[in-house]
């Protein structure tokens, strides 16, 4: 069995370990693009070299100019494109154990506000032991569980009403006759034909037996429309005698001792709903970063690496580059075939290079989906209140092994939801969902019987605050 608390906090873990990977990565990246971006240098000083041994000075020269021109514009950009790469690393580090940071003060906060609220509920249960024969409870609860048992006879006849409200009403809503009379008033105030349509519904009346059979197929719908009111109206009361219920109990918890712990209470609440939001915004400008480092390490951008790539392919590309190539070859100098053998590996280096930034950005970048993916998870985890103390799941193993093979990549969000639906339980907690007392035992009946916990909102939530009880401490 694992809290729902301790659920989260495995996705925060995960999720930073693929933060991690991602910087690790990110490393990497760097790395490749430095020596990319040495090997590129290298491979221009070398066709220099073989200009200036091949051609006559003048032309040597314009090659040379044309190199040094290209090479330093794309080293300009180069550098400019790995500071803005590293510098929103850096960024995105730092946003990261922020947000981090304020992850684990958050758990403490809503740790502390759970011990401030197993006080109250101890005090509750406490007082509730101790006032189970005072007078006023008790005739408070009684008047409760009267107006609860009236409410719901009343509700169950406005039900039974509405069902014979369908099954009688069949015969006449299936006689169009009548129900053409019925919907245009006849035989009420409502009634506005003229003679003749008179004179021809008076005979139709007579013909379907229709003065007979309104009064009953109005009061066959009146009946469930007047119950239901009944049924309302005894809600009401319900919800009324239960408010007196909590004032009593309220006014006892008080007497109880129990307003500096709602003091307590409160300044929890208002540390952790502060550090929710600050934590929330920290989210928010993690993701934009994230957006801005998956279009940095996608290599799209003209402005930067590829765009100095271009130029010095451009460059080298030039027919007269090309030409040198070709009669460093035919020469039998060795010392242009040496130059032209280190071109060629110089080549074949940049291409290892080029593929080795191609797959550490799409590793990158599938890391970042996962993660992304993990972190959808994780906020509609939070979005259901499942970090809440009283949510547990039964399948811990099955659980983590499911987050792992998310980040993995082996499987999908969906395949962990379904285990987190499966394996997803609720256990009452002592104070109930609105912040008051509620949701722990009701006061024990005579004998030592308890009425059990009452109804309360389904399935998880968030607190708010103020006391309502519902009838029970």
């Known amino acids: 069995m ?58 040597a020269q314009a090659v040379d100019a044309r190199l040094d021109s290209a090479e ?6 180069m550098e400019t494109a790995r500071k803005a790469l ?48 005072d007078a006023d409870w008790r005739g408070a609860r009684d008047r409760l569980a009267e107006a609860e048992r009236i409410a719901d006879e009343a509700a169950k006849k406005a039900e039974t009403a509405t069902a014979d409200r369908v099954t009688k009403g069949a015969p006449y809503e299936g006689d169009p006759l009548f129900m053409y009379l019925w919907r245009n008033g006849f035989g009420t105030s409502a009634y ?88 929330k915004l920290a989210r928010d400008h993690l993701a934009a970063l994230d957006q801005e480092l998956a279009l940095a390490r996608s290599g799209s951008d003209k402005g930067g690496y590829a ?40 080549a074949a280096a940049i291409r290892k290079c080029d593929a080795e930034i191609a797959e550490t950005r799409a590793r990158a970048r599938e890391m970042a989906g996962r993660r992304g993916e993990l972190e959808t998870v994780r906020e509609d985890f939070r979005r259901r209140g499942w970090d809440q103390p009283q949510v547990a799941f039964g399948n811990e193993r099955i659980i983590g092994e499911m987050i792992g093979g998310l980040i993995g990549g082996v499987l999908t969000s969906p395949d962990l939801w379904r285990v987190l639906t499966e394996g997803y339980t609720s256990r009452p907690r002592h104070t109930d969902s609105g912040g008051g007392y509620g949701g722990g035992p009701r006061f024990p009946m005579p004998g030592g019987r308890s009425d059990g916990p009452r109804g309360g909102t389904d399935g998880p939530s968030g607190g708010n605050d103020g006391f309502r009880t519902g009838g029970g401490f």
Do not use: C, W
Request: aromatic share 2%.
């Open 72 to 77: 330093r514009r794309a080293l300009q950009l």
């Open 192 to 279: 506005r034909a003229g003679n003749v349509a008179r004179f021809f519904d008076r005979k139709v009346a007579a013909l379907v037996g229709y003065q007979d059979a309104r009064p009953n197929y109005a009061m066959l719908i009146e009946i469930p429309a007047r119950l239901t009111e009944h049924a309302e109206r005894r809600r009401a009361e319900v919800e009324a005698a239960r408010t007196a219920l909590a004032a009593v109990e309220r006014s006892k918890l008080e007497a109880a001792g129990v307003g500096p712990l709602d003091e307590r209470r409160a300044a929890a609440v208002a540390v952790r709903d502060r550090i929710a939001a600050a934590a």
């Open 307 to 346: 765009e100095a790539l271009d130029l010095i392919a451009g460059e080298l590309a030039q027919d007269d580059i090309r030409d040198l190539l070709a009669a460093a070859a035919r020469t039998p100098d060795a010392q242009d075939d040496r130059l032209v053998r280190r071109i060629a590996e110089l």
């Open 86 to 133: 590293a510098d929103l690393a850096a960024r995105r580090d730092a946003a990261t154990a922020e947000v981090a940071r304020l992850d684990a003060d958050q758990r403490a906060a809503e740790t502390d506000l759970d011990a401030v609220e197993d006080e109250i509920a101890a005090l509750a249960r406490r007082t509730a032991d101790a006032s189970g024969h």
């Open 2 to 59: 694992i809290s729902g608390r301790d659920t989260l906090a495995a996705f925060d873990s995960a999720i930073s370990e693929a933060r991690a990977g991602e910087g690790r990565l990110d490393a990497v990246l760097a790395s490749a693009t430095a020596e990319a971006q040495r090997l590129r240098s290298e491979q221009t000083d070398a066709y220099r070299a073989l200009a200036r041994l091949r051609l006559d000075a003048i032309a």
